[in-house]
């Protein structure tokens, strides 16, 4: 008797954090804060010092600050708004052929690449970017926004650093309705895409737990820099943290294009391997 061997494509997903890895800085540095009247280091001073003095978590630290600031400058900080601010971003070289091109590549291996995204940034702000089409699932910090008004007032979603975590494991089991828990914490025979075929890239510490738990779990983290900053990063290789580290440059030449085409080889090996086990047992 035979066995059947499955025809789907493999999939790999290719997980992003948003600021200083695909974009140069932070996202609300590009027109969110000018539009305040407010340059980057006062309006992040201004953030820092407001959690410091009342115990108010960071991520939300921010969120709270971008609604306070915003009112008391009579801007409207409505969805459309942000959405906006999300326009003129500059990212890194390659980014905007990036997605294309990899695709392309999986395409010719046979695998079927997937993209998402895991920011602590205002998730409103990036479904603006140019790049927000290529995502398979953005998660990101939101607003409930109130349905009269249409302005913010309360904090819909936030992810800080360890949150991350949940949102890679919804992404393996193919959950990605932040509203369920239920089939997320539930066991699996199988996840929807292997936790091998994971790739994880980020900018640094912000990044660190689930970029080890990817590493840990048999994926591939990559930690990126900004050109002639690799010292920063260079201790997550050293330390065990990630598997590799690159500049943040996704054009077709660069390193990261070289370390995730190799990743995709490596998993259309496996994947064939894995077939002809099945066909022998």
Known sequence: MSTRVSTKKPIIAIIYD?????TTTDMQNYNFIPALGMTPEEFWGETGKFSDRTGVERILSYMYMMIVMARDRGISLTREFLYQQGKSMKYFDGVL???????????SKGIKIEHYLISSGTKEIIEGSEIAKHFK??????????????????????INYTAKTQFYFRITKGILDTTEDTALNRK????????????YIGDGMTDVPVMLLVKQNGGHSIAVYPKGERDK???????GRVNFVARADYTEKSDINSIVRLIVDQVCIAEQIEKKKQLLN
Not at 188 to 199: F, G, Y
Not at 233 to 239: G, I, M, N, S
């Open 188 to 199: 699996l025979e199988s996840h929807r895409i292997p936790h091998r075929n994971i790739i």
């Open 233 to 239: 990063v260079e201790y997550l290789y050293t330390d």
């Open 18 to 22: 948003f600021d200083k890895t695909l």
């Open 97 to 107: 052929t990036w997605f294309d091109r990899i695709n392309a590549y999986g395409e």
């Open 137 to 158: 699932a953005i998660f990101g910090c939101e607003f409930y926004f109130d349905p009269k008004t249409k302005l913010p007032v309360w904090p819909k979603l936030a």
